[in-house]
T-cell receptor, first 113, second 114 residues
Framework: GENVEQHPSTLSVQEGDSAVIKCTYSDSASNYFPWYKQELGKRPQLIIDIRSNVGEKKDQRIAVTLNKTAKHFSLHITETQPEDSAVYFCAASLGTGGFKTIFGAGTRLFVKA | GAGVSQSPSNKVTEKGKDVELRCDPISGHTALYWYRQSLGQGLEFLIYFQGNSAPDKSGLPSDRFSAERTGGSVSTLTIQRTQQEDSAVYLC????????????FGDGTRLSIL
């Protein structure tokens, strides 16, 4: 079955710096890769997603890149702000057959003011 | 419109008791997922339902766990003979269809087994 590895588990950056979180997946049939942000005590919320037919997607300060050959994808946050502090989860989902979504273990991001 | 609703928000029970957790998905969403999140940990897949298809139960940790989805809408996750290691937040999510669509999460049920 699908397995998703996420690194680093903890990331601390200075306000204004960039943050990068990386994930790898095992099942080459996976074709949908969402990223979720979970603030303390809150529900996970989608921040960006990418499908396997594109290599990069941007939304303001957030971007995601996908390398299907290497089976890895990354989240990039530029000009980080204290409110970006949260746990970020990557996930991989098969688009056909099995629809199960497997999540990475999460990255706890601290943005220091 | 209304989001995913879960009840109860908190549940404290004694070891050995059965518990039922409820999830009311967004209206019209055909896919429904249950996850378990232990303190400070990631999201552990438990089960998902898609329309009238047989559910994928491959994530259920033991036969004490079961789930139903009645009428393609509300779902109930049941844990029988609860153990202390069952203590966690149980999250439900729904999506408009299972293929390549984002999941919308509820606030979860925090389950504590004494």
């Amino acid at each position: 079955g699908e397995n998703v590895e996420q690194h680093p588990s903890t990331l601390s950056v200075q306000e204004g710096d960039s943050a990068v979180i990386k994930c790898t997946y095992s099942d080459s049939a996976s074709n949908y890769f969402p990223w979720y942000k979970q603030e303390l005590g809150k529900r996970p919320q989608l921040i960006i997603d990418i499908r396997s037919n594109v290599g990069e997607k941007k939304d303001q300060r957030i971007a995601v890149t996908l390398n299907k050959t290497a089976k890895h994808f990354s989240l990039h946050i530029t000009e980080t702000q204290p409110e970006d502090s949260a746990v970020y989860f990557c996930a991989a989902s098969l688009g056909t057959g099995g629809f199960k979504t497997i999540f990475g273990a999460g990255t706890r991001l601290f943005v220091k003011a | 419109g209304a989001g995913v609703s879960q009840s109860p928000s908190n549940k404290v029970t004694e070891k050995g008791k059965d518990v039922e957790l409820r999830c009311d998905p967004i209206s019209g969403h055909t896919a429904l997922y249950w996850y378990r999140q232990s303190l400070g940990q990631g999201l552990e897949f438990l089960i998902y339902f898609q329309g009238n298809s047989a559910p994928d139960k491959s994530g259920l940790p033991s036969d004490r766990f079961s789930a139903e989805r009645t009428g393609g809408s509300v779902s109930t996750l049941t844990i029988q003979r609860t153990q202390q290691e069952d203590s966690a937040v149980y999250l439900c999510a729904s999506s408009s269809r299972a293929v390549g669509q984002p999941q919308h999460f509820g606030d979860g049920t925090r389950l504590s087994i004494l």
